[in-house]
């Protein structure tokens, strides 16, 4: 049995796992220049010695490219975040794939995100650097791919075991939602004893929405505001230009879960469990007024998928 690789192609972040290894970049890549040493960190990202990926392009690219495209297949940073993610984790090793597509491009996009991603065997070999050590040499293989709805994951991390077998054996009988709260969307994932429901949804409410609020309330209050994919750290940390920002960062977050409200609401189906995950779910749950939910975090879609794969690739 080949070994799974288990990849979240994010707008905002990139995530990715190949056994005990991990991959959690923005994004994001960037034109590259010379370096001090003492500035390189563990976790920094060369692609080819050409470009720099995730944080490292953020902190230090002049020349960025941050893609919305909604096609992550013709998403013009999508090649090289797929390469520099897979490659520096699972080098030159034959895997199997399993990734996700939000629930609104799924049955649009599936089959030719799959093409993508299988093109990338075609692809010749490829340099990856992390940190401070020397470029390797990377050559995809990809035998088997699989793509599941964005959001799934998160309900599959709290329903099975590592090996793929159920462990919450009651909530796997339950009616369960999943608000999977991303950057540029929001998945609304029924399930009923396991299968996904004909009434789940998905609407371009995401994370973006709150951000576009918060830079308004930012020019408004300082004067200046970063750009959307330069957000995250001011978000993160509550601080921006010296000042706290952490009032303005509650009210946006509560605008857009108030508007999440609504679509629930609109449902007009009542869940045993709701589970809210994404990267910025955190932000939205205290406004969330719903009966039995609970909180994931960024990571748990991936931990969905692995077990995912581990139930698909016994």
Same mark, same amino acid.
């Given at each position: 049995m080949l070994p799974h690789y288990e990849l979240d192609l994010g707008f905002s972040w990139t995530k990715g796992r190949f056994g005990n290894k991990s991959y959690l970049q923005p994004s994001i890549i960037g034109e590259s220049k010379p370096m001090f040493e003492m500035n390189v960190r563990p976790d920094d990202h060369v692609f080819n010695d050409k470009l720099f990926v995730g944080n490292l392009?953020?902190?230090?690219?002049?020349i960025k490219y941050f893609s919305m495209h909604n096609n992550k297949s013709e998403a013009k940073t999508s090649e090289v975040i797929?390469?520099?993610a897979i490659g520096s984790l699972a080098r030159s090793n034959p895997i199997n794939l399993l990734t996700g597509l939000p629930l609104n491009f799924y049955f649009k996009q599936r089959d030719e995100f799959v093409q993508t991603i299988m093109k990338l065997n075609d692809a010749p070999q490829f340099k990856v650097r992390k940190g401070k050590s020397k470029s390797y040499e990377s050559k995809i293989t990809i035998n088997e791919c699989k793509i599941v709805p964005q959001g799934y994951g998160i309900a599959m991390d709290y329903i099975l075991k590592a090996d793929g077998s159920i462990e919450r054996h009651k909530i796997a009988k339950s009616k369960v939602l999943v608000v999977d709260?991303?950057? *540029?969307?929001?998945?609304?994932?029924?399930?009923?004893?396991?299968?996904?429901?004909?009434?789940?949804?998905?609407?371009?409410?995401?994370?973006?929405?709150?951000y576009k609020l918060l830079q308004t309330y930012l020019q408004s209050h300082i004067g200046k505001s970063p750009a959307k994919y330069?957000?995250?750290? *001011?978000?993160?940390?509550g601080v921006y230009e010296g000042r706290n920002i952490g009032h303005l960062i509650n009210r946006a977050f509560r605008a857009?879960?108030?508007?999440?409200?609504?679509?629930?609401?609109?449902?007009n189906i009542t869940f045993d469990y709701y589970l809210i995950g994404g990267g910025a779910a955190h932000l939205i749950y205290e406004y969330l007024d719903l009966p039995n939910k609970i909180l994931f975090d960024q990571l748990t879609q991936l931990n969905g998928y692995g077990k995912i794969s581990a139930r698909l690739w016994k």
């Open positions: 392009a953020l902190r230090h690219s002049d797929l390469k520099t709260l991303g950057f *540029y969307t929001l998945g609304l994932i029924g399930l009923d004893k396991m299968e996904i429901m004909k009434e789940s949804s998905a609407h371009l409410l995401g994370v973006d929405n709150a330069e957000l995250d750290p *001011y978000v993160m940390s857009l879960a108030q508007q999440i409200q609504n679509e629930i609401e609109s449902l």
